[in-house]
C-alpha cells in the first residue's frame, strides 16, 4: 500500500468544501485513477516538504519555526484562497529558511520523489531555485549537487524517473539568473534538464529583462519555460511567448484569446495546469471554473500537475479526482493528459520510449480509460 501523504484534515474540509461542484466519482474509479501510471511536470521542490522532515530540521537547525505536526502544517499548507498569487508566495518562506544546507536538501528531495512514486507517479520534474538556498553560506553548486544527488538516490530507489529544472526568481538580479543558469547548465548530464522563470508575476511583468538569462540557459542544452498568467491573464502568456519556451507553466488566461490558442496549438506549446494551485491563488474562481477541459478540447497542449504538493496539500491522484469530479473532463481525456505528458517532457527518448510503453501496456483493456 503506497505511503500517504499526511493529510491536514481542517484546511483540506474546507479546500472540498468550497470547489465542490459535482457528484463524488465512484471507489473503484478513485482507486483506478491511485494506481495509474501518471507523469508530473510542475511540480515546486520547496512547496513540496513532509511536515515531520520540516519539524527535525526546525530543530536540529534552531529555525524558529512551530515544531508540532499540527502547527508545521498550519504554515506550510497554503490556505484554500489567498487574496492572490503574491500572498500565496509567503507560503514559501519558511520552506526556504529550513533548505540552507546540502544534507536538509538532497533529504527533502529524496523523499519528494519517494512520495511521488507512493503515488504511481512514474516521471516527474522538480523544479527549485537553487539562489534562494545559498543563503546560510552554501555555495551554489554544493546546492546544485545536492538535489542532484538526492533525485538520483530516489530515483534508483523507486524506480520513477526524475528531471529536474532550475527555475529562476524574477526578483533576482539579471545578472545573478544569467550565472545561476550557467551554473545549472553543468549539471545537465546528471538529469538537470530544464530552465524555468517564476516569482512575483505583478511586480515583475515582463520575462525580457532575463533575456540573457534565458540564452545562457539555452545555450547550455537547457529546456525552456517559464510561469505565465499567474496575474495579468493572456497577455502575460503572450509575453512568455517572446521567450521562445516549449512549454508555459500555467497560463489558464489563454483561454480567454481565440487567437492565443491557436498560436499555442500552432507552435506546439504545452501548458502545464494546475487548476488546484490557480484556485487557492485566485487565478481561477474554483477549480470546476478552470479552463483545463476546454483548452484541452481546443486542442490547445496541456498537462496537469500539483504544483506544490504541501502548499496545496494535495497528491497528483487527488487532482485526477478533482479534474474529473468538477471541470467534466472525462477520464478518456484525463488518461490522454496524462500520457501526453510524455511527449512534452523534458527528458530524452531512452527514457520516454519505456515508459510510454509502460503506460500504454497499464491502460490496455481498461474500458474506462478507452470508451468515448
Ligand atoms: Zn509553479
Not at 500500500?1 to 483540506?12: I, L
Not at 532550475?166 to 530544464?194: K, M, Q, V, W, Y
Not at 490557480?278 to 487565478?283: H, L
Amino acid at each position: 500500500m503506497p505511503r500517504r501523504f499526511p493529510r491536514v484534515p481542517d484546511t483540506r474540509e474546507d479546500v472540498r468544501g468550497r470547489y465542490a461542484a459535482g457528484m463524488p466519482l465512484p471507489d473503484s474509479t478513485v482507486r483506478l485513477l491511485e494506481r495509474m501510471p501518471k507523469a508530473e511536470l510542475h511540480l515546486h521542490l520547496d512547496g513540496s516538504l513532509r511536515i515531520d522532515t520540516a519539524i527535525e530540521i526546525a530543530r536540529s537547525r534552531g529555525v524558529d519555526a512551530p515544531l508540532t505536526w499540527h502547527g508545521m502544517s498550519g504554515v506550510l499548507v497554503g490556505p484554500p484562497r489567498s487574496a492572490d498569487q503574491a500572498a500565496l508566495l509567503g507560503a514559501f518562506d519558511l520552506p526556504i529558511a529550513l533548505m540552507q544546507d546540502a544534507e536538509a536538501l538532497e533529504r527533502i528531495t529524496a523523499e519528494l520523489v519517494e512520495d511521488k512514486a507512493a503515488d504511481n507517479v512514474r516521471y516527474v520534474e522538480i523544479r527549485w531555485d537553487p539562489l534562494l538556498h545559498v543563503g546560510g553560506g552554501l555555495p551554489l553548486a554544493e546546492g546544485i549537487e545536492a538535489v542532484v544527488a538526492g533525485a538520483e538516490r530516489a530515483a534508483r530507489a523507486t524506480g520513477t524517473a526524475v528531471r529536474l529544472t532550475c527555475t529562476a526568481i524574477r526578483s533576482h538580479e539579471p545578472e545573478a539568473n544569467a550565472r545561476l543558469a550557467e551554473t545549472a547548465a553543468r549539471f545537465r548530464d546528471r538529469g538537470l534538464s530544464g530552465w524555468d522563470y517564476a516569482g512575483q508575476e505583478a511586480r515583475y511583468p515582463d520575462p525580457r529583462v532575463a533575456r540573457r538569462a534565458f540564452d545562457a540557459a539555452r545555450a547550455g542544452g537547457l529546456h525552456i519555460t517559464l510561469h505565465a498568467g499567474e496575474w495579468g491573464g493572456a497577455p502575460q502568456v503572450r509575453r512568455a511567448l517572446e521567450m521562445d519556451p516549449e512549454r508555459i507553466a500555467h497560463g489558464p488566461g489563454t483561454a480567454d484569446d481565440a487567437a492565443l490558442m491557436a498560436e499555442l496549438r500552432t507552435r506546439g506549446i504545452c501548458l502545464d495546469l494546475c487548476p488546484t494551485s490557480n484556485a487557492q491563488a485566485m487565478i481561477v474562481p474554483s477549480v470546476a471554473a478552470h479552463p483545463l477541459a476546454r483548452l484541452h478540447r481546443a486542442g490547445v497542449p496541456v498537462t496537469l500537475s500539483t504544483d506544490d504538493l504541501t502548499v496545496s496539500d494535495l497528491t497528483l491522484s487527488e487532482e485526477y479526482r478533482n479534474v474529473v469530479e468538477r471541470t467534466g473532463l472525462t477520464l478518456p481525456e484525463l488518461w490522454a493528459i496524462d500520457r501526453f505528458a510524455l511527449d512534452v517532457a523534458f527528458a530524452e527518448e531512452a527514457t520516454l520510449a519505456p515508459l510510454r510503453a509502460q503506460f500504454a501496456a497499464w491502460g490496455a483493456g481498461i474500458h474506462e480509460l478507452t470508451a468515448e
